[in-house]
């Protein structure tokens, strides 16, 4: 017991000497960005930090930040984080030689690292129905679509009775059950879809595609100039999907379409998600973020709608755009 504390007293010291010089924040600048319990993609994740949040920086170690987000701490790749460091500081210190030494998936000592939970949206087995209460991504997802159709309500991710009423006004608008609540049906319907599988739609981001795949639900990619398909989940994405091969042999099919080699190519694609068939884009090249291991792909891949856009720029990419109407004009090769 004394010589734990003693290595306790001994990290907070070097944590106390690590600090100087430190940047006070950084920034993520990804779509999202995983908290891992050690510096190391094999270490378990902890949980999504959004983009553009703000995070305390502890620590530096080669390529790894150790930070806190809220209450919080854990460790984050510094390759998404922006740092605006202390003039005449190039770079921060390095990582106490005590959490330096530790192995893959194991907790600095001392330091107390519980299930980390931003929203229910971490949890796979989260239901993929939007009700009143809820809150997250998914409900800005729904709340900037319906201020985009025409259906004013704040984009706070909270599911209140403004985003309530907007959304029974839609759901009168085509014709269905006005509940308030984001089910199959009105997945199916939004964006005035009309829900028959095999009938192709030029889907507007804004205006339903990015509430018609909900985040974390498994849906089909199929690629327009070859026919192959494979699996994929959704992983993220504000301005468009951040998508995952679902499985290793669905990472397998998807190189096979691109002979055996990852690109930044742009290719037109199909969407088959909750019986809907819809013309988007994909780049064919895993970076960034994830929340899925063991199938292959290190990161994700990008998935654009007509009119969606790019994380960094804000704006329409145009081979996406492109893409996105290619795969629109030869929808009668589409094959169930």
Same mark, same amino acid.
């Given at each position: 017991?004394?010589?734990?504390?003693?290595?306790?007293?001994?990290?907070?010291?070097?944590? /106390?000497?690590?600090?100087?010089?430190?940047?006070?924040?950084?920034?993520?600048?990804?779509?999202?960005?995983?908290?891992?319990?050690?510096?190391? =993609?094999?270490?378990?994740?902890?949980?999504?930090?959004?983009?553009?949040? &703000?995070?305390?920086?502890?620590?530096?170690?080669?390529?790894?930040?150790?930070?806190?987000?809220?209450?919080?701490?854990?460790?984050?790749?510094?390759?998404?984080?922006?740092?605006?460091?202390?003039?005449?500081?190039?770079?921060?210190?390095?990582?106490?030689?005590?959490?330096?030494?530790?192995? /893959?998936?194991?907790?600095?000592?001392?330091?107390?690292?519980?299930?980390?939970?931003? &929203?229910?949206?971490?949890?796979?087995?989260?239901?993929?129905?939007?009700?009143?209460?809820?809150?997250?991504?998914?409900?800005?997802?729904?709340?900037?679509?319906?201020?985009?159709?025409?259906?004013?309500?704040?984009?706070?991710?909270?599911?209140?009775?403004?985003?309530?009423?907007?959304?029974?006004?839609?759901?009168? /608008?085509?014709?269905? &059950?006005?509940?308030?609540?984001?089910?199959?049906?009105?997945?199916?319907?939004?964006?005035?879809?009309?829900?028959?599988? !095999?009938?192709?739609? =030029? =889907?507007?981001?804004?205006?339903?595609?990015?509430?018609?795949?909900?985040?974390?639900?498994? /849906?089909?990619?199929?690629?327009?100039?070859?026919?192959?398909?494979?699996?994929?989940?959704?992983? !993220?994405?504000?301005?468009?999907? &951040?998508?995952?091969?679902?499985?290793?042999?669905?990472?397998?099919?998807?190189?096979?379409?691109?002979?055996?080699?990852?690109?930044?190519?742009?290719?037109?694609?199909?969407?088959?998600?909750?019986?809907?068939?819809?013309?988007?884009?994909?780049?064919?090249?895993?970076?960034?973020?994830?929340?899925?291991?063991?199938?292959?792909?290190?990161?994700?891949?990008?998935?654009?709608?007509?009119?969606?856009?790019?994380?960094?720029?804000?704006?329409?990419?145009?081979?996406?755009?492109?893409?996105?109407?290619?795969?629109?004009?030869?929808?009668?090769?589409?094959?169930?």
């Amino acid at each position: 017991m004394r010589a734990r504390m003693k290595r306790v007293l001994l990290l907070f010291t070097l944590l /106390a000497v690590a600090k100087i010089g430190v940047a006070e924040t950084g920034t993520v600048t990804a779509s999202a960005l995983v908290l891992r319990e050690a510096p190391s =993609l094999a270490s378990a994740m902890l949980g999504e930090i959004p983009n553009d949040a &703000d995070l305390e920086l502890i620590a530096y170690d080669d390529g790894w930040y150790w930070v806190q987000y809220g209450m919080q701490k854990g460790f984050v790749s510094a390759r998404y984080v922006r740092v605006e460091l202390p003039e005449g500081v190039t770079t921060a210190p390095p990582l106490p030689a005590e959490i330096e030494a530790l192995p /893959a998936g194991t907790p600095p000592p001392g330091v107390s690292l519980p299930q980390l939970v931003f &929203d229910e949206e971490n949890n796979p087995n989260y239901p993929r129905i939007l009700k009143p209460g809820d809150m997250g991504n998914s409900v800005i997802d729904l709340q900037v679509t319906l201020r985009q159709m025409g259906y004013p309500t704040a984009t706070d991710g909270q599911f209140g009775y403004e985003t309530q009423a907007a959304l029974m006004k839609l759901q009168r /608008a085509m014709g269905i &059950d006005a509940d308030g609540v984001v089910g199959p049906q009105t997945r199916r319907l939004i964006g005035n879809g009309n829900g028959s599988a !095999g009938s192709m739609e =030029l =889907l507007d981001w804004w205006q339903g595609g990015n509430v018609a795949y909900a985040r974390l639900t498994e /849906a089909s990619v199929v690629d327009a100039r070859t026919g192959k398909r494979f699996r994929i989940s959704r992983y !993220g994405g504000d301005n468009h999907c &951040d998508v995952e091969p679902l499985t290793a042999q669905d990472t397998q099919a998807f190189l096979s379409i691109l002979g055996g080699e990852w690109t930044w190519e742009r290719r037109p694609a199909w969407l088959e998600a909750n019986g809907r068939v819809i013309a988007v884009s994909i780049n064919c090249m895993p970076h960034e973020g994830q929340h899925i291991w063991g199938n292959e792909f290190d990161g994700h891949f990008c998935m654009h709608f007509l009119n969606s856009r790019t994380h960094e720029t804000d704006r329409v990419d145009e081979e996406h755009a492109a893409c996105v109407r290619e795969a629109w004009e030869i929808r009668g090769r589409y094959v169930p």
